[in-house]
């Protein structure tokens, strides 16, 4: 990082120079919204995390008012950026600000001392905001970046040296993203709301020197070149919606989000005064909306199809002549499988996830009007597609009779050659006469001591020893009339099971023997044979 053109500032900001590091923020940012966009994939591949951080940061700049008070600058700003945030990390991002200036409200000045104590409450903001909080995101970076700086400084620092320090730090943090998240690490890409949230800050530091150019994300040779066959899957929630409703009468946050919490995923919640601002992918943002407005007042709305992005351009292609297939299923790695087999999409159903027949015929939209075959994940979602089946008499539907996923894997594996949609629902009826076995091992800790759980036959084993839990699912009673065995591996399994578990069917030169990187969280492992 270049120091040319230094300016010497000692320990406080006011309002004039806050303005200068917040639009230097804002124009770092904006020169690397293309870079943001492309390494875009979590939560979703939709290719506007950095358009949503530029139109957020966009409106806190355009409230800027000309205050010499670090308090009314950032006052300003802060409301802006809360009434113009937009995407999941828009909406964070406004978060973490607002908890900046929930520590320094009052203040004329702000020292290296305020900003010690206001980055780590601004992370609890921000982090109390989202719902299910991952590793290796824009979250990561607000609190890591802080906590680093924090042991690098003295009592003698200034405040250029303070954002020096900290959007070096925040930059190592970054770079560390890709190994976080697997889903980053398939895709050999940093998270782009955190380099997002690292280019603000490094944009900040510009005010303290006199040419310091852009940092150039494209041009960087330390960033990872993102793989040129991304790995993704199609999101299960359909719509993204924000809302900022003016409330009636003031409740708690906790209250909106146990309303919430079942109807979609990416889910942010904040209550500012008598403000609510929401954001959360869903398969039913009218009916929410709706149902919120009884609240109070809509100040302002939001809907994106996420299925109209470019990211989700292969929903319009078909991989079968006259038909499509869709698919559901328990795990982002099994959702990949399943699409490698011939679905033209796989959608991972969200862990505790019981989509109803209204979100489930939003979800598949334009495909209800095609010809087309659907497995379901398990017995009752299979019940309520035969019921949109039935009640809009769709005879171009035909739900297959898979109720879980190794019926699903071997029923596509068999019509991997299949032609025309008629054959494809005859081979169907005919398959289900075919025999599939499905257990699933899970691990439990029981007062501290290891045991692995597995469903057989209806009925729950449970053993201290992995490798014994093996031979009772393998037995030849269980195994006999199958010749072939797949494993699902779920997201949390132990490498040294995995192990054990490739090498004990392996072994048996009986079966032939698939091992697949399931990513499932219910279980450990999903065994199948057929």
Known sequence: MSTTGKTQYEHTIDGKLLSKMLIGGFTNLSHNIDYLNEINVFPVSDSDTGTNMKKTFESGVAALNGETSFCDIFSAFVKGLLIGSRGNSGFILSQYFLGIYEYTKGKNTVSVDDLTYALPHAYQVAYRAVLNPIEGTILTIMREGPKRTLQKIGDKTSVQEFFDILAGEMFICVRETVNQ????????VLDSGAVGL??????????FYENL???DCEENTVLPSRSKTPIKTFSFFRYCAEFVLSMHR??????FVRLLINRGDSI????????LKVHIHTNEPQKILDEFKKYGSMVTTKVDDLFLTQEFDRLKQRKHTGFAVAAFTYGEGNAVTLENLGA???FCVPGGHNPDEESLRNLLGEFLKENLIIFASDTEMRERL?????SADLQNVH????DGLVNTFFTLSSLIFADEFRNVVKSLENLKKQKVFQTSVKTMVVYNHIQYSGNLGGQTITMNDFAELLNVVSSEKVLSPYSTVVVFGGKNCKQEDIDGICTHFRKNSGVEFTYLDGQQQECDFIIGAF
């Open 181 to 188: 998240m697997n889903l980053l690490h398939d895709n050999n």
């Open 198 to 207: 690292y280019l603000i800050f490094d944009g900040m530091r510009s005010a």
């Open 213 to 215: 150019q852009h940092f």
């Open 386 to 390: 035969k019921k949109i089946k039935r």
């Open 268 to 275: 942010v919640v904040a209550t500012d005064e008598n403000l």
């Open 399 to 402: 739900v297959a009779e898979s």
């Open 344 to 346: 033209d999409a796989a």
């Open 250 to 255: 003031a409740q708690s946050r906790d209250y």
